[in-house]
């Protein structure tokens, strides 16, 4: 198996490329702050998570690296909030982004509690 192949991969992928989208509509003199932020942030959960899989070997290391994900994700909701509070994004936008990323953290808090199924062989924290 491949890291694309995983669920939480996929998930997080597909709403860091939404983020990027919506985000493209931001005014300029967010380039620097809100809208880079936010969309690093999104583009983590996924490198991070990547990592994570591949030190798969390493218990430690692959906690570690899903924390992070678990982190990155938690800051790319801060990041949303503000956006909808600045009016950037409405409503249901800011709603559906959220649930995507909540769906997201369960995804890894998922593979936080189920290492094995992630070919992790020592199940100590």
Not at 67 to 94: G, H, I, K, M
Not at 104 to 121: D, S, T
């Amino acid at each position: 198996m491949k890291f694309q192949d995983l669920l939480a991969y996929q998930k997080a992928f597909a709403l860091s490329m939404k983020i990027f989208e919506i985000s493209k509509s931001f005014p300029p003199e967010e380039k620097y702050s809100l809208t880079d932020q936010v969309r690093r942030a999104s583009r983590s959960v996924c490198a991070n998570m990547a990592e994570a899989y591949r030190k798969r070997v390493f218990p430690k290391h692959f906690y570690s690296k899903l924390t992070d994900c678990d982190a990155e994700n938690s800051e790319t909701q801060v990041w949303l909030t503000f956006c909808f509070s600045c009016n950037y994004v409405t409503e249901q936008t800011f709603n559906e982004l959220m649930a995507e990323s909540i769906e997201v953290g369960k995804l890894i808090n998922y593979m936080i509690l189920n290492p094995a199924r992630f070919g992790v062989k020592d199940s100590e924290h």
